[in-house]
């Protein structure tokens, strides 16, 4: 009975441990590929795009890092609520208030790292944006693949102790594509001493 009882055990152990199929999609591609249609789309579109109209014209899709499940990761938030509110510099003259909401600390390719987490005074009094926070990053793909100012995430304060920061999502300010836009210049101390080879590449105009 006992070695009956061993080999359900090993056999059962067989199953939870198989190889997916090699077309095995995981919901985290899913949501990823879901998020880059929703990207295009917007960029499509003539009253949303930040193209200039003549590569909107020719424009059919972004150039995208293939979906890296390492680049999501569960980071810590710690928070810095007695941090002043203070001018973000932009491409422009214009200096949108921000106050540093937290740093997010994690572990990449058995190093750790931190990057600071903003969050814009104007739209936490929008009921719809109010728990939005900004977190933008340079890293050593910047004028390689990607804009050489850096990409930024969206993302929003947890509801728990999770923090989550998918590189998959990160994206390029509108000043890539057009440079009538402003848009926030990174803090020198959101700089990644890595190669994030996750999100959106750079632009190439046409």
């Known amino acids: 009975m006992k070695n009956a009882w061993r080999i359900l055990g090993c056999l059962l152990l067989a199953l939870s441990c198989k190889k997916q199929p090699e077309n095995y999609v995981s919901l985290h591609q899913i949501t990823v590929e879901k998020h880059q249609e929703e990207l295009n789309k917007h960029y499509r579109d003539s009253l949303t795009s930040p193209l200039k109209h003549e590569d909107r014209k020719l424009f059919h899709s972004l150039n995208f890092f293939p979906i890296d499940e390492q680049f999501k990761i569960a980071a810590t938030l710690e928070l810095t609520p007695n941090d002043p509110v203070f001018e973000m510099q932009t491409t422009t003259s214009r200096k949108p208030l921000y106050r540093r909401y937290g740093i997010a600390h994690f572990k990449?390719?058995?190093k750790w790292y931190q990057l600071n987490v903003y969050q814009n005074q104007?739209?936490?009094l929008d009921f719809e944006y109010r728990d939005y926070l900004f977190l933008p990053f340079t890293d050593e793909t910047n004028g390689l693949e990607t804009y050489k100012g850096g990409r930024y995430i969206d993302t929003r304060i947890p509801t728990d102790s999770s923090f989550?920061?998918?590189?998959n999502l990160a994206y390029n300010p509108y000043c890539a594509y057009n440079s009538k836009y402003s848009c926030p210049v990174v803090p020198q101390e959101n700089h990644l001493p890595l190669r994030i080879t996750a999100g959106v590449k750079k632009f190439v105009a046409h």
């Open 122 to 124: 104007e739209l936490i």
């Open 108 to 110: 990449l390719n058995n």
């Open 164 to 167: 989550i920061i998918d590189f």
